[in-house]
Antibody, heavy 124, light 110 residues
């Protein structure tokens, strides 16, 4: 069974940093692209970032570009999201999501499955 | 405002058929596949339909997807109380070179 378990969320002050982790199991992690998707309180889903199977290509939503960095460690079956210069509007439940293929930017791919999410709250 | 739009809410009674629309542009729905997710509070979003109209194994055939031009829709027939959830469409957008979600539709089973 494919499992994605996020961790690292919590309460952080504006301007500070936080690193999210996602531990994957039940599939060949190094064969698949991965994503982070978030949901702010009372809002819809927002794609945050994606990374290819070999970390050769990654990109970000404009709302986080220049502040967030996605990375992965295939030896540890883990995905990460380094979040710097956090803002109140980054408050959200962050989901780790498996791509259906090896590249994150393929229009014919889809997201499946999703983790349960880790909550990030940015507040003073 | 999202480049892909959904009505914020929909409702109907048990046993009925409801359709949830997802409207976009040539750069997203017009050129690319649409996928649909069901999201119940406190749970992980679940894939219902991929590539416009394909159902993953385990998803009942009460759920079906379609696409025409720059619009797509998710139909749910034989509505049940457990279908009460938020539904999202998602599609790749060529102009932003990124994934775009619709705003989500909250389905209420009356």
């Amino acid at each position: 069974e494919v499992q994605l378990v996020e961790s690292g969320g919590g309460l952080v002050q504006p301007g500070r940093s936080l690193r999210l982790s996602c531990k994957a199991s039940g599939f060949s992690f190094d064969d698949y692209a991965m994503h982070w998707v978030r949901q702010a309180p009372g809002k819809g889903l927002e794609w945050v970032s994606g990374i290819t199977w070999n970390s050769g290509n990654m990109d970000y939503a404009d709302s986080v570009k220049g502040r967030f960095t996605i990375s992965r460690d295939n030896a540890r079956n883990s995905l990460y999201l380094q979040m710097n210069s956090l803002r109140a509007e980054d408050t959200a439940l962050y989901y780790c999501v498996k791509d259906s293929g090896s590249t994150w930017q393929a229009p014919y791919h889809w997201f499946d499955p999703w983790g349960q999410g880790t909550l990030v709250t940015v507040s003073s | 405002q999202s480049v892909v739009t959904q009505p914020p809410s929909a409702s109907d009674t048990p046993g009925q058929r409801v359709t949830i629309p997802c409207s976009g542009r040539i750069s997203n729905i017009g050129r690319n596949y649409v996928h649909w997710y069901q999201h119940l509070p406190g749970t992980a979003p679940k894939l219902l339909v991929y590539r416009n109209n394909q159902r993953p194994s385990g998803v009942p055939d009460r759920f079906s997807g379609s696409k025409s031009g720059t619009s797509a829709s998710l139909a749910i027939s034989g509505l049940r109380s457990e279908d009460e959830a938020d539904y999202y469409c998602v599609v790749w957008d060529d102009n932003v070179s990124g994934w775009v979600f619709g705003g989500g539709t909250k389905l209420t089973v009356l």
